[in-house]
């Protein structure tokens, strides 16, 4: 695999379990490895403030605030209030991420996902900042409330159609994509990588999930970006140094960087 530089993950967890045997000395040296930039996102408020303290020891680092749906059924009665402070916090970027899961039964009810995550909405949108959307298996009331709320920010490790990505677009917002594409069975991510606009697309990684081929199931880190970037070049017929230096222009614009 060649060098490349500008790799902006947009969506990573470095506060995974999976990171704390290196974390220290791995995150130390990613940006030898081409990494320009890593958003890194809470999953409850625990996670949202460990994202807090890695964007404040590493400068290349920004962090993201939020209540992951599969995180619903544990958040605390003063959630808000608490994740309302934390986005006063220096180096954050976005809300997130939030969304809806509907594709595992333990997760809370519904209407306490939808809850919260309109609640998550409107604090993003009251302090101007982006959001960073999880939808599986939720399409249908995930695009109901973008609809609704018209918040700016990007839907992430995107699994819909391309007809629901060209929504997502007039929405105004932004469609991430990650190792998913580059897996054997990918046909409508190839799709959606070759339909979104240049301006529009995010690359991630969602580390430590979703490594790309040929590293699928093993432990993912932003340094396989070029593994995707590489895969989505084909199929876009440009070269993985251009997608790369574009889709860093995009995220810094998106996450005001
Ligand atoms: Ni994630």
């Known amino acids: 695999m060649a060098e490349y530089r500008n790799i902006f993950d947009s969506h990573a967890h470095y506060d995974d379990a ?18 320009c930039n890593v958003v890194n996102c ?11 303290e890695l964007a404040a020891k590493y400068p290349y680092f920004y962090a993201a605030a939020g209540i992951h ?3 619903v059924k544990d958040a ?23 969304g809806l899961d509907y594709h595992f039964e333990e997760n809370a009810p519904r209407e306490e996902q939808i809850q919260l995550f309109e609640e998550q909405i409107q604090l993003a949108k009251a302090r101007d900042l982006p959001i960073i959307v999880h939808d599986r298996e939720a399409h249908g009331d995930t695009m109901e409330l973008l609809r609704k709320h ?5 839907v992430h490790c995107f699994s819909g159609s391309v007809e629901m990505a060209k929504e997502v677009l007039r929405l105004g917002m932004y469609i991430g994509l990650g190792g998913a594409v580059t897996f054997k069975n990918a046909r409508v991510p190839v799709e959606v ?20 081929v040929p590293f699928r199931g093993k432990r993912n880190d932003s340094s ?6 590489r895969r989505i070049a084909e199929i876009r017929g440009t070269t993985p140094e251009e997608l790369l ?12 960087i």
Do not use: H
């Open 193 to 212: 990588a070759a339909a979104v606009p240049a301006e529009r697309l995010l690359l991630e990684t969602d580390c430590p999930y979703m490594a790309p």
């Open 76 to 98: 605390p009665a003063d959630a808000m209030e608490q994740l309302e402070v934390l986005l006063s916090s220096p180096k954050i970027v976005a809300v997130g991420e939030i």
């Open 224 to 229: 396989l970006i070029a593994w995707v970037a």
């Open 245 to 256: 230096l574009l889709t860093r222009r995009n995220a810094e614009t998106l996450f005001g």
């Open 18 to 35: 999976a990171f704390d045997e290196d974390r220290e000395v791995f995150l130390a040296e990613l940006p030898q490895k081409g990494i």
């Open 150 to 154: 018209r918040p700016k920010g990007v």
């Open 42 to 52: 809470g999953s409850d408020l625990d996670s949202s403030r460990a994202s807090i």
């Open 69 to 71: 749906p599969e995180c």
